[in-house]
């Protein structure tokens, strides 16, 4: 178990690119959560997965943004024709619903210019 | 829906000082409390956290917390810090029991600054 893992770390894009993360879970945990934190801010909840079943979303998630887990397993996260007000840190969250544990990962760094 | 407030953005404290970072939370339901840590350009680390049971939690690096229901607070406290644990900390809540989707909700954080 390497816990949580986020790709890339770090991206850079120009306004108006659409970009993806990628985030693997640990393998048995079946729900993943995606977040969003801003400089000076706690994390945002954005998103939450049961399985491949997306269960909710958050208004944050504007029509730009999907969120995909084909077959339950790695989730993806797109932001299409980014806005400078996309900046942020996107955390990756599974939790195992046994003790309530959430494992976050590194996080992705994204920066618009 | 639920709700956590950290007064203090930032704490300054000495070296070998004892420290106590305020939470405070609102809910209509029962819930369950955590405290994560964050480091630089990091993820999150899970502290400790109060599911049920004794209300004085301790978790890692010698950090406790105390689950104060008629006050609606959840307090860090350490005894004596250390140069390392100057970070940005972060309290969360989320609803008791595994039926609903179980979303973390967090406060805006404080920053500890250690200092020699």
């Known amino acids: 178990d390497t816990g949580v893992s986020q790709n890339p770390r770090h991206k850079i894009t120009k306004r108006g690119q659409n970009v993806t993360f990628r985030c693997d879970p640990i393998?048995?945990?079946?729900?993943l959560y995606w977040y969003r934190q801003t400089l000076g801010q706690g994390p945002e909840f954005l998103t939450y997965?049961?399985?491949?079943?997306?269960?909710?979303k958050s208004r944050l998630l504007s029509d730009r943004f999907s969120a995909e887990r084909p077959k339950g397993s790695f989730s993806t996260l797109e932001i299409q024709r980014t806005e400078q007000g996309d900046s942020a840190m996107y955390l990756c969250?599974?939790?195992?619903?046994?003790?309530?544990?959430?494992?976050f990962g590194s996080g992705t760094r994204l920066t618009v210019v | 829906a639920q709700s956590v407030t950290q007064l203090d953005s930032q704490v300054p404290v000495f070296e070998e000082a004892p420290v106590e970072l305020r939470c405070n939370y609102s809910?209509?339901?029962?819930?369950?409390l955590f405290w994560y840590v964050q480091y630089p350009n990091q993820g999150l680390q899970l502290l400790l956290k109060?599911?049920?049971?004794?209300?004085l939690v301790k978790g890692i690096n010698g950090f406790e917390a105390e689950f104060n229901k008629s006050q609606t607070s959840f307090h860090l406290r350490k005894p004596s810090v250390h140069i390392s644990d100057t970070a940005e900390y972060f309290c969360?809540?989320?609803?008791?029991?595994?039926?609903?989707?179980?979303?973390?909700?967090f406060g805006t954080g404080t920053r500890l600054l250690v200092s020699p």
């Open positions: 969250a599974s939790l195992d619903i046994q003790d309530y544990g959430y494992t």
């Open positions: 393998s048995e945990h079946n729900r």
């Open positions: 997965f049961q399985n491949e079943a997306q269960l909710e």
């Open positions: 809910s209509s339901v029962s819930v369950y």
């Open positions: 109060y599911l049920s049971g004794s209300t």
């Open positions: 969360a809540v989320s609803p008791a029991g595994g039926t609903g989707f179980q979303k973390l909700v």
